[in-house]
């Protein structure tokens, strides 16, 4: 009797799943750990903590960029395919440029550390968000698909999101290459703002998984303000405008902080991270301008609060991951 033949073993196909659904948001990530590393550095600066903290962070930044590209990449070189629908579609392409945003706080958090590669990072980042900005900007104006459901704060990051090459750009370039674009994330901060905020006042609230996003509305006036005092060299009226518009942001959303604990976990629940270490970082900055105490209480309560957030969301993170939960189709 002729032995049962054996079946050929199937392959992997549940890794090569995942890769492929592997989500290119996860470089947000990337942009909470660095941003927390900045208001670590700045904390050290202004309120006398320890260096150390921040120095760890911006390596651990670093790390985590690392692992993340490795599995984009991957998913770049297998499923080419799956990464052209995602930085196509009209809600996920708005994270691409996270990974631009997250080689220029690297590069900023690096500043002091390592200023001969802060350097190169901060010109291929910046060179980078340009490239990617362009072709946002041409994808909105041309294409026809776009609908206000598909709108969300998410979209700010594409193009406000160059008001952060300043930060590190006036260490490493002329001024003007950080005026150029601050004057593009600025501008385009007040118009998208407007549109954002018709979307979300007189039309269906924002999906569950997008409800996070909502604090991307605090990066732009947090950032904005950190840049423009280092780049005007000091505190004005049109400074304070920034950072009393993000503070007050970062209180509504305060006040609302049951609504966003009800949130189940999602990727996009790293949204939260990044804006709130913006807003630590300008607090910080408006105590050492002022030299007000009531900023350095709330930069300090920022801190650790902004600390314990990121800290929670990369538990839930590597929880999820080891549940299979992360590259999953949606």
């Known amino acids: 009797m002729n032995p049962t033949p054996i079946a050929p073993s ?55 960029f690392l692992v993340v590209a490795g599995f984009y990449g991957a998913k770049l070189l297998r499923h080419w395919a799956a990464a052209r629908a995602e930085a196509a579609h009209p809600v996920k392409m708005n994270f691409v440029p996270a990974i631009s945003i997250g080689i220029l706080l690297l590069a900023t958090a690096w500043g002091r550390m390592a200023p001969e590669v802060a350097s190169w990072m901060w010109g291929l980042g910046a060179a980078l968000h340009l490239v990617f900005t362009l072709r946002t900007m041409s994808a909105w104006i041309h294409h026809t698909h776009f609908e206000i459901q598909h709108l969300n704060p998410a979209w700010f990051i594409p193009v406000v999101g160059n008001i952060i090459v300043p930060l590190a750009g006036v260490r490493f370039a002329p001024a003007e290459v950080s005026w150029f674009f601050f004057s593009i994330g600025l501008v385009f901060w007040i118009v998208l703002f407007a549109i954002v905020m018709y979307r979300l006042f007189f039309h269906a609230p924002l999906a569950l998984r997008l409800t996070p996003t909502l604090f991307i509305l605090l990066a732009p006036p947090s950032v904005g303000f950190v840049a423009y005092t280092g780049l005007s060299g000091g505190l004005d009226a049109f400074g304070r405008v920034l950072y009393y518009t993000a503070l007050f942001l970062g209180l509504l959303f305060a006040s609302n902080a049951l609504r966003f604990f009800r949130v189940p976990f999602f990727v996009s629940a790293w949204a939260y991270s990044f804006p709130l270490a913006a807003l630590t970082v300008a607090t910080l900055t408006m105590a050492e301008l002022s030299g007000l105490p009531a900023f350095r209480l709330l930069g300090a309560a920022l801190v650790l609060t902004t600390s314990g957030v990121i800290a929670l969301l990369g538990a839930l993170t590597v929880r999820a991951a080891l549940r299979g939960e992360i590259c999953r189709a949606e």
């Open 10 to 64: 199937a392959p992997d196909v549940h890794h090569e799943t995942s890769i492929a659904h592997f989500p290119v948001a996860l470089f947000s990530t990337v942009m909470g750990i660095a941003g927390l590393a900045l208001a670590w550095q700045k904390a050290a600066h202004v309120l006398g903590w320890s260096g150390l903290v921040g120095q760890g962070l911006a390596v651990l930044a670093g790390l985590v």
